[in-house]
């Protein structure tokens, strides 16, 4: 209930945000079925809650989804949530995809810097051709594990002397 995303108990909001996430997968099939727009609405309510905790429930029970409306996941009302998202441990690469796709700088650094985070190659060469755009994620992007060659060599052209010796000392 519109009541439920508006309780003052944190501990209640972040049980109520799990739940609602955990939905999210079944909803998705309907489309934009009355239960799904009621769902993706009181998550929304959710995810723009102040309180860490819930924040962290809802990241905690979307990461390990499989798919998860991408429109939830990058465009949440609080930027701090997606980078709370962003920087969550083990995400996977669909989540990661949602990211990279359409969250602001911050959380795409945040992305960046997750060393546990799946990024898929193809996404990463995409992060690395925006990251003309974006000198904070220079250093991150160095810094990934697994980087294509295209992308390295991008990335020699692009960033600082200090973070070319970087790329060159990796194996």
């Known amino acids: ?21 955990q939905l999210l997968p079944t909803l998705g099939a309907q489309g934009q079925s009355d239960a799904a727009g009621h769902a993706r609405d009181t998550l929304a309510a959710l995810m723009d809650d102040e309180a860490i905790r819930v924040r962290a429930a809802i990241a905690d029970a979307v990461k390990a989804l499989p798919d998860v409306p991408r429109e939830l996941v990058p465009a949440p009302p609080h930027p701090e949530a997606a980078r709370s998202v962003a920087a969550h441990p083990g995400l996977s690469a669909a989540v990661a995809d949602a990211v990279a796709a359409q969250a602001d700088t911050e959380a795409v650094r945040a992305l960046l810097l997750n060393r546990s985070a799946a990024i898929q190659e193809a996404t990463l060469d995409a992060l690395v051709t925006r990251a003309t755009e974006h000198p904070s994620w220079h250093e991150p992007l160095v810094q990934r594990p697994t980087l294509s060659r295209a992308a390295a060599y991008v990335l020699s052209r692009l960033v600082a002397a ?6 060159a000392d990796r194996t």
């Open 1 to 21: 209930h519109g009541h439920a995303a508006g309780d003052r108990d944190e501990r209640v909001r972040a049980l109520l945000a799990t739940k609602v996430a």
């Open 162 to 167: 200090q973070l070319v010796q970087v790329l």
